[in-house]
């Protein structure tokens, strides 16, 4: 189907009003999409820097090597984030920069990278906000299993380790992994993302042996920690799951897609278990997860702040477009329906309100802080004669996103920050420098950077918060 058009707003949105003081305000961004210098200071290849020449895996076979030379700018990109009067910068480490090969010692140069970029953000008032884990697996751990072995989780503490001795008498805030849905699912299962395998039961192993590597490397950022301040959390991709009808098959397939989505993964580091109903689905297709004594507690490590990664909701149907209930693997089927809604150049369904269904639901079925680490939208932008970037539909994706936060909050969800993603133009893995989610325009030839009206609404939005805070 064609989507929906966007509908253009005669008059830019005004500033978002309705949070309180402590409210965060930030961007993201994260190593591999910005930071280039890929064989640089004993960095060694990640599975993205692989997965990138592997023929017709990325659009028009781009890859990382360059992306925005962060690696090289990053005092200037630090100053762009200043400029934004940004309180929080969240940013992923390179784990094959930091231990390359995904062993042994830490690499000195690569840590020096980072603590020069701590550095530069706290000089400037602004809280470093770290992830671990941004998809960019040692390509050598890869090939000794990767996230399917139970070992790469083992590994993945040890990195952790070696990142908090060198930045956790400065950085507070910790997040493990990005995404663990989309490295298991999109790396191991359908091969889209490196490292390009499609295998659901490794998935599913990937699963357990990411939310193990969460676990253990949550109790050794712990003990690193000891009696100095640590906000640990984990960010999901979250989104919500509505049926199409109110007919038991349609909400039948609705429980599947959030169990394999959602509660997969919230069960058990809230709960300390997997759901039942989604290991008896998995057992149907002979597949089980490779829990062992001692791993249900490790994962349940306790969480200071959930991190939710929101792009969209979706629509379900328990039957196929011609009404059959079984599809042609012999499963039940399980849906997406398309709906008539503006849509983000990433065919993407444009669903603010479904933001706030999330944030609500997760509050009651989960009771921990949240903090919105990522939200925000690709659309091809263009560049105005006087040189700006006049990207009103970005514009309004954030203020109608930061608005469904506020709607959660007044109904009860703990929301305590919201970073826009993403501060740069980057390579945006499969779709290489196609899609541009940046609220700072990247001309990839010369590196200039441009602030997108997007920036400045959402600066003017953060001065007036703090204009009503004084």
């Given at each position: 189907m064609n989507p929906a058009p966007i509908p253009q707003r005669l008059l830019r949105p005004a500033p978002v009003r309705g949070l309180p003081a402590d409210f965060r305000w930030g961007v993201a961004t994260s190593a591999?999409?910005?930071?280039?210098?890929?064989?640089?200071?004993?960095?060694?290849?990640?599975?993205?820097?692989?997965?990138?020449?592997?023929?017709?895996?990325?659009?028009?076979?781009?890859?990382?090597?360059?992306a925005c030379d962060h690696y090289h700018r990053m005092p200037e990109d630090v100053e762009l984030v200043a400029g934004l009067g940004i309180d929080t910068y969240r940013f992923s480490l390179a784990w094959p920069r930091i231990q390359p090969g995904g062993r042994g010692p830490a690499n000195a140069k690569g840590l020096d990278f980072y603590?020069?970029?701590?550095?530069?953000?706290?000089?400037?008032?602004?809280?470093?906000?770290?992830?671990?884990?941004?998809?960019?697996?040692?390509?050598?751990?890869?090939?000794?299993g990767g996230w399917p072995a139970r070992d790469t989780a083992l590994r993945f503490a040890e990195y952790a380790a070696l990142a908090h001795e060198a930045l956790g008498d400065r950085v507070e805030h910790w997040t493990t992994l990005n995404e663990p849905w989309c490295s298991a699912m999109l790396g191991y299962a359908h091969g889209v993302h490196a490292p390009g395998r499609r295998d659901l039961g490794d998935a599913m192993r990937a699963v357990h042996h990411l939310l193990l590597g969460h676990g253990l490397a949550a109790g050794a950022l712990r003990d690193a920690a000891g009696n100095n301040p640590l906000e640990l959390g984990i960010t999901l991709n979250l989104g919500t799951a509505t049926p199409e009808t109110d007919?038991?098959?349609?909400?039948?397939?609705?429980?599947?897609?959030?169990?394999?989505?959602?509660?997969?993964?919230?069960?058990?580091?809230?709960?300390?278990?997997?759901?039942?109903?989604?290991?008896?689905?998995?057992?149907?297709?002979?597949?089980?997860?490779?829990?062992?004594?001692?791993?249900?507690?490790?994962?349940?490590?306790?969480?200071?702040?959930?991190?939710?990664?929101?792009?969209?909701?979706?629509?379900?149907?328990?039957?196929?477009?011609?009404?059959?209930?079984t599809g042609a693997d012999g499963l039940p089927v399980t849906r997406v329906v398309e709906r008539d809604l503006p849509r983000t150049a990433m065919d993407w369904e444009i669903t603010p309100t479904e933001l706030t269904d999330l944030l609500v639901r997760l509050q009651r079925d989960y009771a921990l802080p949240t903090v919105i680490t990522e939200n925000g939208a690709a659309f091809d932008d263009t560049v105005a004669a006087d040189g700006s970037v006049p990207d009103a539909d970005r514009t309004a994706y954030l203020a109608d996103h930061i608005a469904a936060v506020v709607a959660a909050r007044a109904q009860g969800a703990d929301v305590r920050g919201y970073f826009a993603w993403s501060l740069l133009d980057n390579f945006e893995w499969a779709y290489g420098y196609d899609k541009r989610f940046g609220i700072v325009r990247v001309d990839y030839d010369t590196q200039v950077r441009t602030l997108k009206d997007s920036a400045k609404w959402y600066r003017d939005t953060i001065r007036l918060t703090r204009r009503e805070r004084a």
């Open positions: 591999y999409q910005i930071e280039g210098a890929v064989a640089e200071d004993g960095r060694t290849p990640s599975i993205w820097d692989t997965f990138c020449r592997v023929p017709g895996a990325v659009e028009g076979g781009e890859s990382g090597d360059a603590k020069r970029l701590v550095d530069e953000v706290q000089g400037r008032g602004i809280t470093p906000w770290i992830t671990l884990y941004h998809w960019d697996l040692p390509q050598e751990l890869e090939d000794a007919s038991a098959a349609d909400r039948e397939a609705c429980r599947r897609a959030d169990g394999m989505g959602a509660r997969l993964y919230l069960d058990p580091l809230v709960h300390g278990r997997y759901p039942e109903d989604v290991v008896a689905d998995l057992a149907a297709q002979h597949i089980e997860l490779p829990v062992r004594e001692g791993d249900p507690a490790a994962i349940a490590a306790p969480l200071d702040v959930l991190g939710v990664n929101f792009y969209r909701g979706m629509r379900f149907s328990g039957v196929t477009e011609d009404g059959s209930a």
